[in-house]
C-alpha cells in the first residue's frame, strides 16, 4: 500500500503518521488497499480545531473519511472508525448477494428430465402401450 500524507497548520510528528499507518493496516486486512491518501489539517475555526481525511484506493468505489475533533489523535481515529464501517458495510453486502445468488440457484425450478447442475440426467421410463392400457373394458 502507498500511503501520502498531507500536512497543513500542522508539524509532521511520527505519531500521527504511525496512527494513520496502523489503522490503515488493520482496514488492509480485511479489504486490500492499493493506494491512501491522507490529509492532517489545522482549522481556522477554534473549536473543534483539527481535521484528518481519509481517501483509500480499492477495487471498486473508492473510500473516503473525515475526522473532525477537538485534538489530532481523536480526528484520525475518528476518520479510521468511519472508513472502518464503510468496509463492513460493503462486506456484509457482498455476502448478503452470496447468500442470495446460492439461494436462488437451490430454489430455481427445474423442467421434468433436466438434471440438477453436477449430476448425471436420469434416463426417463419408456411407457408402452400396454401400460397405458385400462384394467377393465369400456363398452
Do not use: W
Not at 502507498?2 to 488492509?28: F, I, P, Q, W, Y
Not at 463492513?88 to 433436466?114: F, I, N, S, W, Y
Amino acid at each position: 500500500m502507498k500511503l501520502s500524507l498531507h500536512c497543513r497548520n500542522v508539524r509532521r510528528r511520527l505519531a500521527e503518521s504511525c496512527l494513520v499507518a496502523a489503522g490503515l493496516s488493520d482496514l488492509e486486512r480485511q479489504m486490500p488497499i492499493d493506494s491512501a491518501s491522507v490529509t492532517l489539517e489545522r482549522l481556522s475555526r477554534p473549536h473543534p480545531r483539527f481535521r484528518a481525511r481519509l481517501q483509500a484506493v480499492v477495487h471498486g468505489p473508492d473510500l473516503s473519511a473525515e475526522g473532525i475533533d477537538y485534538t489530532l489523535d481523536a480526528a484520525i481515529l475518528k476518520a479510521i472508525r468511519v472508513l472502518q464501517h464503510q468496509v463492513q458495510e460493503r462486506t456484509q453486502k457482498r455476502d448478503h448477494h452470496q447468500r442470495d445468488r446460492a439461494l436462488m440457484a437451490e430454489t430455481v425450478r427445474r423442467k421434468p428430465g433436466r438434471p440438477l447442475s453436477g449430476s448425471k440426467p436420469q434416463p426417463r421410463p419408456l411407457k408402452s402401450h400396454r401400460q397405458e392400457r385400462l384394467p377393465f373394458v369400456l363398452r
